[in-house]
C-alpha cells in the first residue's frame, strides 16, 4: 500500500507541475495591440489622453500630424503609464518640456499608434488643439520622482508656471522652490511634510497635480 501510494503521488505531482509550467507559458502568450477608445478625442500639449485597448503592456505611444512630411513625436516612457492589466495607457502629449527633449506634439488631425514588440495599433480620429496663448492660468502635468524624503528636490512639469508664487505639497507651503522656464519649477520637499497633491499659485489661478507624492521616510 505504502508504495502504491508513493507512486499515486508522484504521478499526481507530476501533473500539477504540469499543469503549472503550461499555465504559466500560456499566460505569456502576448498579441499584438489593439484600440478600442481615446478619450477625450482632442487636447493641448501638455494635456492628458486615456487610451483604450488591449495588449498595451510595455507599449510606446506616438503622435503624427496628418499632413506630408510630417515628423513623429514619441511620447517619454516618463510621461506614459500603462494599467496592470495591459487595458489602459495614460499618456501627456509632448509638450516641449525637458523630459521630451525638446520635441511638441503639432496641432491638427493626429494620428496615434500604439507600439509593442508584438506589433502596432493606430487610431486616426484624434486632434491636437492649437497652443494656449500666453497669459493662461498654471496647469500642472506630471513630477518626477514620484516619491522622495524631505530635503529631496522634486521637478514639477506644465504649462503657464512663470510667475508662480506660491508651491504647496499636501497644503503645507513649500518654502524653496524656484522656477528655470514656463513648464517647470523645482520645489524642495519641506521638513515634516506629508504625502499629498502639489499645488501651484500664480496670478492667472492656481493648479493641482492628479496625483498624490508620497513623502518617503528619512
Known sequence: MAGRFTFVSVLALAGAI????????TATVLAAPTITNVSPTSSHAGGSIVITGTDLAGATVTFTQ???GAVPVTAPR??????????RITVY???NGDVEGGQIVQPGNNTIRVTTPEGTATWTQFVVQAQATPGRAPYITRFRPKHAAPGAMVTIFGTHLSGTNLVTLGGMKVR????PSDTRILAKVPNNA??????????????????????APL
Do not use: Y
Open 66 to 68: 496628418r499632413a506630408n
Open 18 to 25: 504540469a499543469c503549472v509550467v503550461g499555465g504559466s507559458a
Open 194 to 215: 506629508h504625502s499629498g497633491k502639489w499645488l501651484v499659485k500664480t496670478p492667472l489661478g492656481m493648479a493641482q497635480s492628479l496625483h498624490p507624492f508620497q513623502v
Open 93 to 95: 502629449l509632448p509638450a
Open 176 to 179: 524653496v522652490f524656484r522656477i
Open 78 to 87: 516618463e510621461a506614459t503609464t500603462v494599467s496592470p492589466d495591459g487595458t
